[in-house]
């Protein structure tokens, strides 16, 4: 049926970020790096802050949203004993983002958030990592410090990322979903953690893309559940409602539906387009209005008539199997 696994090679393209926005953010992370450097060395001066990118960011997931906005994962490590509350080491690092944008500077239960309005957001999580420790410890509002480790996070995913290459594209597409249709859809990494571990590769990325679908159904029917292989080794889905997980399966299971439509039944490669489209937005490319497979088979026809010299050349142009015009002289394919 319609190949569309060039549409999904320019759809993983247009969910690329721009370089201008990346070095937009590139710049913005180091600006605010500095007024959290500076901030503690006048303030806190016991503490020393040391980051590391992490996250989608440093995995190369990223995407760019509909809304044209993307993020960054920038941790905040001191690696000390605390002698404070994790929600107070957190107001230390608002207190040194506050007023670095127009858009006040968010304190949320795992990180301070720092928006660029209708641009992109950097988000900041706070963690300690006494000499002592095994792994860091992440600051949550109002809850103390949680054991977690993102170090291990982008670990895990570059080991899985070297098996196959098609990975990285599976994970933006599921990310692209769940950014278009939103409504508490799945995070980011919960994205990835399923693209990983139910990866069917394919030579298309469309087929794919299907088979790797149709499998995170399977093993969620058997236990729905999303552990994370890093520490603490936390269940993403832990604290879905009925609601939020009656929505994700909902949305999983038209995708898989469309899905199997567009690479099954549909010849029509515009048509099959909008099937995909109604699942990843208006960044999925339009196709063509023709059956491209039948286009594709034609052409591979000529190419062998070309081959074993049974074609002819009429005065149009056109390569026909007609026994009109001048017929062709046999091919030799040269190289690989």
């Known amino acids: 049926m319609a190949n569309c696994n060039k549409l999904f090679l320019d759809y993983d393209n247009n969910l690329n970020i721009p370089k201008k926005k990346k070095d937009k953010l590139k710049d913005s992370k180091e600006v605010l790096r500095n007024r959290i450097r500076k901030h503690f060395k006048e303030k806190h ?28 994962d920038d941790g905040v490590y001191f690696k000390r004993e605390t002698d ?13 983002l506050d ?37 860091p410890s992440l600051a949550v509002k109002n809850n103390g410090f949680e054991e977690s480790d993102p ?14 290459a098609q990975l990285n594209r599976l994970v933006k597409y599921l990310k692209g979903w769940g950014d278009y249709k939103r409504n508490k859809m799945p ?45 603490p080794g936390d269940d993403l889905f832990e604290n879905f409602d009925d609601t939020r ?35 990843l937005g208006s ?5 063509e209005d023709e059956d491209v497979d039948a286009k594709e088979v034609a052409l591979k026809a000529i190419s062998e008539r070309v081959l074993s010299g049974t074609a002819y050349s009429q005065s149009s142009g056109a390569i026909t199997s007609e026994n009109t015009g001048v017929k062709n002289k046999p091919h030799t394919n040269y190289g690989g």
């Open 45 to 72: 001066p016991e503490y020393k802050p040391e980051f590391y990118i992490q996250g989608s960011y440093k995995m190369g997931t990223t995407i760019l949203t509909k809304d044209d906005e993307c993020d960054l």
């Open 84 to 96: 404070v509350t994790a929600t107070t080491l957190q107001k230390w690092v608002k207190d040194a």
């Open 99 to 135: 007023g670095s944008t127009n858009t006040p500077v968010e304190h949320r239960a795992k990180c301070l958030r720092v928006i660029y309005q209708g641009d992109y957001h950097i988000d900041f999580p706070v963690y300690i990592f006494p000499e002592d420790d095994n792994h």
């Open 151 to 164: 170090k291990e996070v982008v670990k895990w995913y570059e080991a899985e990322k070297a098996k196959n």
């Open 187 to 231: 995070s980011g990494l919960a994205m990835t953690i399923l693209a990983a571990n139910n990866i069917q590769t394919n030579d298309r990325d469309d087929i794919a893309l299907k088979n790797t679908l149709i499998k995170i159904q399977e093993t969620l029917d058997a236990d729905f559940e999303c552990i994370v292989p890093a520490t």
């Open 245 to 279: 997980k009656n929505n994700f399966l909902s949305n999983l299971d038209d995708f898989i539906e469309d899905a199997k439509k567009a690479v099954d039944n549909e010849p029509n490669q515009l048509k099959a387009s909008r099937l995909w489209r109604k699942h």
């Open 283 to 287: 960044n999925f490319p339009l196709g």
